[in-house]
C-alpha cells in the first residue's frame, strides 16, 4: 500500500488529512500568453506553462511545512502544518486561482507532452476546488494514519538532522505538538457536529498509539522514548562537540516533558471521552449525503465512472476465478479436501510462518532484502529505464505496529539521498506467511511501487506536480500488476509462493465486495471480516485489521484490483495489434514515463504507443 492524500501538494504530505498554513506573499498569475503563432512562440508557450505547473506546485507545497519536509527541502522545517478552517480557506482560494490562471493558455500552442500536464492539472484543480464540499468527511485521528502517529513518523523518517539548526528545528517542532493538538481536536469537534465520529472500535486502537509515545525517558522509567531515542542518535552521529550535543538532548528533554507529554495526554482524554458517543455503524452511509460521498470517493479513487453495485459484481466475479486457479495449485501440491479445509492448513501448519521472536523477524527482514536483490537482476527483461534511487526494507516501527498495515512504501527524498522504504508490518509474524512474501516485496518494492514512484520522481520531461502527484487506481494497479509480471519470466517456482500470490490478488478482489458492501450495502463490520475469513486463506487477525482499514479509507481499496485490470487488459490490446512489433519494456515504458495518471488517460497513451509503432 502506498500511502497518498490529494494528486498536488498534499500528495507529498505523509497520507494525511491536514490544511495547510498560508503563505501570505505567495501568488499564481499566469504570465502573458502571447498572440502569434510561429513555431518558436508555440515553444515558448509550452515554457510558460511548464513554469506555470511548476509555481503551482511549489505554491501549494510552500503552504505545507511538512510536504518540504517529505520532499527533502529543509524550509520552514521548525513548523507543523496549520490544521484550521482558515488554512484550508487558503488553500482553496489558492485552488481557484491557479485554475483561473490556466485558462490564459492556449492549449493547441502546447507541446504534446505540456498539453497533457495542462489536462492533468485543470483536472485535478476542479475535482480539488468541488471537493471542498467534504472538507470534514474523514477522521483525522484514526488507527491507519492519524495526527498522533503522523506527527512521531515524520520526526522520526522525514526530519534529518544533519546540522545544529536542524536539531533545533526538530525541538521546535516537539515544542510545536500542544498547538497542533489543539486544532486537532477543535477540528474533531466539528466533526463530531455533523456526526462524522469514527466507530467505536478506532477509539481503543488510537489511544493505546497514543500512549505509546509518551512511553519510557523522559516520560516513565526505563529505556528511552522512541522519539528521545530518534532525537539522541541523531544528534550522537552529528560532528560537534560533546557538550552541545548534550545541551540539544537536554532540550529534546525538556521540550518531550513539557509539551509532547501533555499534549498527548490531552488528546488521550478527548478520545477517551468521545468514544463514549461513538457507534458501532461502520459504513459512510450512515452520514449526511453519504451515498454522494461515497461515489465521489470511488470516481476519484478509481478514475472511472463504475458504481458500487458494478465495482460489488466484478469483485464476485474475480473471488470465483481466483479460487477456481487456487484449486489447481491445491490439486497439484496433492492436499486432499476442500479449499476451505486448504486456507486452514495455510493458516495454521508451522512451516508456513517465521517464529515470532527477533530471530524470526530479521529472518524475514533479510530474506525480503535478497528476494528484492535477485528482482534487480532480472529487470533488463523488462524495463528500459530504472530508478536511480536506493530502496531499503524496514520493520514497522513499535510504537505504530499495532495498528498500521500489513505492508507499504515511503517514497524517496526529492533528491534521492533518502532511499526508498519497503515497510514490513511483522508485529504478529503469523500475518506474514512466508507464502506471500515473494508477491508483498515485488508489489512494495521491485518491481512494484519502489520502480514507479521513484522513476516518475526522476522524470525530466514533466512538472513537479505529475512527479509527486498521483491516482491511486494507477499507483496501486501498478503494484498489483507487477505481483503478477514476476511469474511470467520464471519466478514463484515454488508453487506455495504461487499460491501465494493469487491469496494477495484474491484479497484484493474481496476488497471489492467488502468496500462496497460495508459503505454502499450497510454491511457491519462483523459480516465483512467473516466474508474474508471464508473467502480467503488469511488469519483472521489480519482479516479485522484489513476491514478496519477499509471502514475509515471508504473506497481506497478498490484501486488495487480496477487498475491491475486496466493495466493486464492495455497490455493484451497492444501485445494483439502489435505481435511480433510488441516489446514487454516500451509498453513499460509508455506506461512509466509519463507518471501517474488516470486511467481513462493511460488508455490513450497507450493507443498513441500502438499507432506509432504500426506506422
Not at 197 to 211: G, M, Q, R
Not at 370 to 395: C, H, S, W, Y
Request: hydrophobic share 40%.
Amino acid at each position: 500500500m502506498k500511502m497518498k492524500s490529494t494528486p498536488i501538494a498534499l500528495a507529498v504530505a505523509l497520507a494525511l488529512l491536514t490544511a495547510c498554513t498560508p503563505e501570505p506573499t505567495t501568488t499564481t498569475t499566469a504570465p502573458e500568453v502571447a498572440k502569434t503563432e510561429t513555431p518558436a512562440t508555440a515553444q515558448s508557450e509550452s515554457d510558460k506553462a511548464n513554469a506555470y505547473f511548476e509555481q503551482v506546485f511549489m505554491d501549494q507545497v510552500n503552504m505545507s511545512p511538512e510536504s518540504l519536509t517529505q520532499l527533502g527541502i529543509k524550509q520552514k522545517y521548525d513548523q507543523w502544518d496549520a490544521f484550521t478552517d482558515e488554512a484550508a480557506d487558503a488553500m482553496l482560494a489558492l485552488q481557484k486561482q491557479q485554475l483561473a490562471g490556466l485558462a490564459a493558455f492556449d492549449v493547441s500552442k502546447l507541446d504534446a507532452q505540456t498539453a497533457l500536464s495542462h489536462r492533468l492539472l485543470k483536472q485535478q484543480l476542479e475535482e480539488e476546488i468541488a471537493d471542498d464540499r467534504w472538507r470534514l468527511y474523514n477522521y483525522p485521528v484514526n488507527q491507519m494514519y492519524g495526527y498522533h502517529s503522523n506527527v512521531p513518523s515524520l520526526l522520526i523518517n522525514q526530519h534529518m538532522i544533519d546540522d545544529e539548526s536542524d536539531a533545533k528545528a526538530y525541538i521546535a517542532r516537539l515544542n510545536g505538538i500542544p498547538a497542533l493538538f489543539t486544532q486537532v481536536q477543535q477540528q474533531l469537534d466539528k466533526r463530531a457536529a455533523l456526526g462524522i465520529i469514527p466507530p467505536k472500535f478506532v477509539f481503543p486502537l488510537a489511544i493505546s498509539a497514543s500512549k505509546n509515545i509518551i512511553q519510557g525517558a523522559p516520560f516513565t522509567e526505563g529505556a528511552d522514548s522512541t522519539l528521545l531515542e530518534d532525537f539522541s542518535k541523531k544528534v550522537n552521529a552529528l560532528k560537534i562537540d560533546d557538550a552541545a550535543k548534550a545541551m540539544l538532548i537536554k532540550e529534546a528533554n525538556i521540550a518531550l516533558v513539557s509539551s509532547v507529554k501533555p499534549a498527548y495526554e490531552s488528546l488521550i482524554a478527548y478520545l477517551t471521552k468521545q468514544e463514549q458517543t461513538a457507534g458501532t455503524d461502520d459504513g459512510v452511509w450512515r452520514f449526511k449525503d453519504g451515498e454522494a460521498f461515497y461515489n465521489t470517493a470511488l470516481a476519484r479513487t478509481t478514475t472511472t465512472t463504475m458504481t458500487a453495485e458494478e465495482i460489488h459484481q466484478l469483485g464476485l466475479t474475480e473471488v470465483a476465478r481466483i479460487h477456481s486457479e487456487m484449486q489447481a495449485i491445491m490439486t497439484q501440491v496433492g492436499f486432499k479436501g476442500s479449499l476451505q479445509e486448504f486456507f486452514t492448513f495455510l493458516r495454521d501448519d508451522a512451516q508456513f510462518y517465521y517464529p515470532d521472536t527477533a530471530e524470526g523477524k530479521a529472518a524475514y527482514l533479510a530474506e525480503a532484502t535478497r528476494i528484492i536483490d535477485t528482482m534487480k537482476g532480472k529487470l533488463d527483461e523488462l524495463f528500459l529505464v530504472k530508478p536511480k534511487a536506493d530502496m531499503i526494507v524496514k520493520a514497522v516501527e513499535p510504537f505504530r505496529e499495532e495498528s498500521a498495515g500489513k505492508a507499504f512504501y515511503s517514497q524517496p527524498s526529492m533528491d534521492g539521498k533518502r532511499p526508498g522504504t519497503y515497510y514490513a508490518n511483522l508485529h504478529n509474524m503469523k500475518d506474514m506467511p512466508k507464502y506471500q512474501m515473494e508477491a508483498l516485496a515485488y508489489h512494495e518494492g521491485i518491481p512494484g511501487h519502489h520502480m514507479q514512484i521513484a522513476i516518475s520522481q526522476e522524470l525530466e520531461n514533466v512538472p513537479k506536480f505529475r512527479k509527486f502527484g498521483g491516482y491511486t487506481a494507477y499507483i496501486e494497479g501498478w503494484g498489483l500488476y507487477t505481483e503478477l509480471l514476476p511469474k511470467e519470466i520464471g519466478f514463484y517456482q515454488d508453487p506455495y509462493s504461487d499460491f501465494g500470490r493469487l491469496a494477495m490478488e484474491l484479497w484484493r478482489a474481496c476488497r471489492l465486495v467488502v468496500d462496497t458492501g460495508i459503505h454502499a450495502k450497510k454491511w457491519t463490520r462483523e459480516q465483512a471480516i467473516q466474508y474474508l475469513v471464508d473467502n480467503t486463506p488469511n488469519a483472521k487477525t489480519e482479516a479485522v485489521n484489513a476491514i478496519e482499514r477499509y471502514i475509515v479509507m471508504p473506497s481506497q481499496a478498490t484501486a488495487y484490483k480496477i487498475g491491475m485490470i486496466k493495466l493486464v487488459q492495455l497490455r493484451e490490446k497492444a501485445r494483439q495489434a502489435l505481435g511480433e512489433k510488441f516489446d514487454i519494456r516500451e509498453y513499460h515504458d509508455v506506461v512509466l514515463k509519463n507518471g501517474a495518471v488516470p486511467l481513462d488517460v493511460l488508455e490513450q497513451l497507450v493507443d498513441d504507443y500502438i499507432k506509432s509503432k504500426k506506422g
